[in-house]
């Protein structure tokens, strides 16, 4: 396997790899990226082989060509707005679904944003305009978001009379009980200010143009840090969420997963260059 093999084929989503970096592109700009069942296949699609092509699944920088496994993955909207949600049509053709149609189409978007959620790489999301709905779902998903300050987001499902439960355990996750409660109930649009305030966002920047300068900044950051570090430790906070054991078990637990990792190759290959004092293999040249 390498990074030359052919990408799947989509039409509403763009995919560009620069070296290391994935970016995904949602390609409904005149539908304001409002996702319908194709959209969402084929993001899962491409969700599934970039996870595949990243060097923290691989275990390794560089496939047999010395092409680069990727590290990070932006994800976009392109036009005036990041994404208004599900597709004004698939909202309708929901009401008219038997309940087991209803259920496949969760279960299509829960794939999707465990997809994102999950993903080995260290994901970034760029936003502007709205993120509505399944929209601010793809935000909560994202592991660094950074976004317009004239950005809006909201779980506005509430004023359709349904909850935002497929995208609720990460936008849960994200912002936490209280705050969840709260959105879900009032369903309103949250300004950047807020959005910053209870963790929505990681960065605020003034015009669209300049999220790609704060994009850069992150991933600069990011690819100084091991993959596989950044691909376990979404492992290990999954494990924090999830533990329902005693706190002795939970430190032996932790305990179990630092040796992992010190005895794994890029654990030595980092406390070898710390030793040495050189460069790890995974940062940048130029850096």
């Known amino acids: 396997m390498t990074l030359m093999d052919t990408p799947p084929a989509a039409s509403m989503v763009s995919l560009t790899v620069l070296g290391s970096q994935a970016n995904l592109t949602l390609a409904r700009p005149d539908k304001f990226n409002a996702m319908n069942v194709e959209m969402i296949q084929e993001l899962i699609a491409l969700l599934e082989w970039t996870a595949e092509r990243s060097a923290g699944r691989q275990d390794a920088l560089h496939d047999k060509n010395g092409a680069p496994f990727l590290r990070t ?3 976009r909207g392109d036009g005036k ?4 949600g599900a597709d004004i049509n698939m909202m309708r053709d929901a009401g008219a679904n038997t309940p087991e149609e209803n259920r496949a189409d969760s279960e299509r ?11 080995p790489c260290f994901t970034v999301g760029a936003i502007q305009g709205v993120a509505l709905g399944g929209g601010a779902g793809l935000v909560s998903c994202c592991d660094y978001v950074v976004a317009t300050a004239d950005v809006r987001i909201a779980l506005s499902e509430g ?8 995208i609720g355990p990460y936008v849960y996750r994200r912002l ?8 879900a109930m009032q369903a309103s649009r949250v300004k950047s200010e807020e959005a910053l305030r209870i963790g929505f966002i990681e960065a605020v920047v003034e015009q669209k143009e300049q999220l790609e300068g704060a994009v850069n900044d992150i991933v600069a950051e990011v690819m100084t840090t091991g993959p596989s570090a950044v691909m376990l430790s979404k492992e290990l906070t999954l494990g924090f969420d999830r533990w329902t054991g005693s706190d002795e078990e939970l430190r032996d637990w932790t305990l179990d997963f630092t040796s992992r990792m010190r005895g794994s190759n890029e654990g030595q290959e980092g406390l070898s260059s710390f030793l040495e004092k050189r460069p790890p293999n995974w940062k940048p040249n130029d850096d």
């Open 159 to 166: 004023k359709l009379g349904i909850l935002p439960a497929v």
């Open 73 to 75: 993955l932006v994800l």
């Open 176 to 183: 936490g009980s209280a705050a969840f409660r709260r959105l």
């Open 109 to 119: 978007l829960d794939r999707l944003f465990n997809g994102l959620w999950s993903h």
């Open 81 to 84: 707005h990041f994404c208004a």
